[in-house]
């Protein structure tokens, strides 16, 4: 008996060494994750009362009424064309209507800075259309009047033609999983469509619909590249503004908190809505909705208003920035663009490897502990994605900077010797800033795949002598491939996107896509921006491609 109780010692000691190593993984994941926000709150309240009283009295309001005007803008449109969108090509059958459900996807390619180079070159004065309107009139330039691009109504449109696509799969999602009773119960009670619309499938399909406003709203706030280019002064070009141009770091981090604290509080309220999106009907698989047959000019008008999206945030650009690319002196066979393609791809790809792993032991601490401990470092590693990237920049190089100042200062004096900035400016601790920013898409994915592991396999893996780490490496992950390379491709083409932390955290002399298409659109070179544009937006097509051929799956 005793030989019995001790070799199940033996045994239970790897296990709990596997576990106590994931947990250590976990945890420190869940504490960079967290290190930004405390950082910021840190910096914010050693600045003093004199820079906020002066950001009060000087652009704090402009910046709020900015965001916030954006905000209401950029949510209101996402939901009209997004559940536009998704109702129409669910709940009615017109031309062209299976191929319209999948382009609707297509725009979540594309930077929302990409289509402001765009449009630009295309609608602003001396653009093709303005152009050609003089030309055709013979007007001049005091003689008419044209809607401004370059205004916050002009990257409002440019932030809905890109992020619709949240709210419009969210929505359809929830269209097709209702059931027909309740609709047609509306219809026999006298309602037409369109109150049967309002009153029955829009109530109970608003918590999805939330989530997916909420999440455009979130990457609204985060926008750096389209404000900042269009001149619209927000939270987001504010805290890069202090940061390089004033050189005001107290004032970068209290503006940094103000939005943080503006993005923690969408968090709060979309993970609210999301916890409470309950609902049960017993007749649910009785009878789906039936679509309806449009003819005439109702088909026509339902045709239009769904390929409109689709032309203005997918095709037009493509067309436009082709034949911009085709036009400008910039060489993409070049030894500085294939620089820039290495640089993205590097960090991409190191990023995309690091955020899922992060994820992996995050979710798989989550499965096998189940505590108060590992939900709260699963919650606390949500939270990046609420962070704009320019806040997570702010938050991490202010402690690290702190450190690498100290730790300098300490060998100069001990051992007369300069170790310089170790971490601030380095690869590791950009790829951070975006394991930060992007771990809660990782882990979602993630999540996703690991719901399909039923717990009886890790009871009977655990049974025949595996440990923890056996049971992830032997068990999950062959059976989480497909969801993993799902998470891979979302992050690595996230990264790919991302401005202001690689803006605010690159390495001295180390540009990617995204840098050199915003400093070409700066410097007003728009041909050229469009030259690595067009390969982020290649880039992007890589995982939208797989969403689209979810959605052909119904």
């Known amino acids: 008996m005793s030989h019995v109780s001790t070799t199940s010692a033996v045994s239970r000691k790897p296990a709990r060494d596997g576990l106590r190593a994931l947990s250590g993984i976990a945890l420190g994941v869940a504490a960079v994750c967290g290190l930004p926000m405390l950082a910021v709150l840190v910096a914010a309240l050693s600045g003093g009362t004199d820079t906020i009283s002066h950001l009060l009295g000087t652009v704090l309001p402009g910046y709020a009424g900015a965001t916030l005007a954006l905000v209401l803008l950029v949510g209101s449109g996402t939901f009209a064309v997004g559940v536009g969108?998704?109702?129409?090509?669910?709940?009615?059958?017109?031309?062209?209507?299976?191929?319209?459900?999948?382009?609707?996807?297509?725009?979540?390619?594309?930077?929302?800075?990409?289509?402001?180079?765009?449009?630009?070159?295309?609608?602003?004065?001396?653009?093709?259309?303005?152009?050609?309107?003089?030309?055709a009139t013979g007007w001049g330039p005091r003689d008419y009047w044209f809607p401004e691009i370059r205004s916050l109504g002009g990257a409002a449109v440019m932030l809905i033609l890109v992020l619709y696509p949240y709210v419009y799969l969210l929505a359809r999602a929830a269209f097709l999983q209702q059931s027909g009773t309740t609709f047609l119960a509306a219809r026999a009670l006298g309602s037409s469509p369109l109150a049967a619309f309002f009153r029955v499938s829009l109530p109970l399909a608003r918590p999805a619909i939330a989530g997916g406003v909420l999440?455009?709203?979130?990457?609204?706030?985060?926008?750096?590249?389209?404000?900042?280019?269009?001149?619209?002064?927000?939270?987001?070009?504010?805290?890069?503004?202090?940061?390089?141009?004033?050189?005001?770091?107290?004032?970068?981090?209290?503006?940094?908190?103000?939005?943080?604290?503006?993005?923690?509080?969408?968090?709060?309220?979309?993970?609210?809505?999301?916890?409470?999106?309950?609902?049960?009907?017993?007749?649910?698989?009785?009878?789906?909705?039936?679509?309806?047959?449009?003819?005439?000019?109702?088909?026509?008008?339902?045709?239009?208003?769904?390929?409109?999206?689709?032309m203005l945030g997918a095709v037009l650009p493509i067309v436009v920035l082709f034949s911009m690319g085709l036009g400008s002196e910039q060489n993409l066979l070049s030894a500085r663009y294939l620089g820039f393609i290495k640089n993205s791809a590097t960090l991409a790809g190191v990023a995309a490897v690091v955020t899922v792993l992060a994820a992996v032991s995050v979710g798989f601490f989550r499965r096998l502990d189940g505590g108060r401990m590992a939900r709260s470092a699963a919650y606390v590693a949500r939270l990046g994605y609420a962070v704009p990237g320019g806040v997570i920049a702010v938050g991490l190089i202010v402690p690290f900077a702190a450190f690498d100042n100290a730790l300098d200062a300490w060998m100069r004096e001990t051992f007369d010797y300069s170790t310089g900035l170790l971490i601030t400016g380095s690869i590791w601790l950009l790829v951070a800033a975006y394991m930060v920013r992007f771990l809660a898409a990782a882990l979602g994915a993630y999540e996703g795949g690991q719901a399909m592991?039923?717990?009886?396999?890790?009871a009977a893996a655990r049974s025949l002598g595996q440990t923890p780490i056996g049971t992830l490496r032997r068990v999950h992950l062959p059976i989480l491939a497909p969801s993993l390379l799902t998470a891979l491709l979302i992050v690595f083409v996230d990264v790919m996107k991302e401005l202001p932390a690689t803006l605010i955290m690159r390495p001295f002399n180390f540009d990617t896509l995204a840098v050199q298409a915003y400093r070409l659109a700066s410097d007003e070179r728009l041909e050229g921006a469009a030259v690595p544009?067009?390969?982020?937006?290649?880039?992007?097509?890589?995982?939208?491609?797989?969403?689209?051929?979810?959605?052909?799956r119904r």
């Not at 093709?128 to 003089?134: A, C, E, G, H």
Request: overall charge positive.
């Open 85 to 135: 969108a998704a109702w129409l090509v669910t709940m009615t059958r017109f031309p062209m209507v299976r191929l319209l459900e999948i382009a609707l996807v297509l725009p979540l390619a594309f930077p929302a800075y990409v289509l402001a180079y765009a449009y630009t070159h295309i609608l602003d004065h001396p653009g093709i259309v303005q152009t050609l309107l003089r030309d």
């Open 215 to 310: 999440l455009a709203v979130m990457e609204t706030i985060a926008d750096f590249g389209t404000v900042a280019y269009f001149g619209v002064q927000t939270f987001a070009t504010g805290i890069y503004t202090s940061w390089f141009s004033l050189y005001d770091r107290a004032g970068a981090a209290q503006l940094a908190l103000c939005l943080l604290s503006f993005a923690l509080l969408l968090a709060m309220l979309e993970r609210y809505q999301r916890g409470s999106a309950k609902y049960h009907d017993p007749a649910r698989q009785s009878k789906s909705v039936m679509a309806a047959e449009l003819r005439g000019w109702r088909a026509v008008g339902a045709f239009a208003l769904c390929a409109i999206p689709v």
């Open 453 to 458: 592991v039923h717990v009886n396999m890790d």
């Open 533 to 552: 544009s067009l390969v982020i937006v290649a880039m992007g097509l890589l995982p939208v491609i797989l969403i689209c051929r979810q959605v052909g």
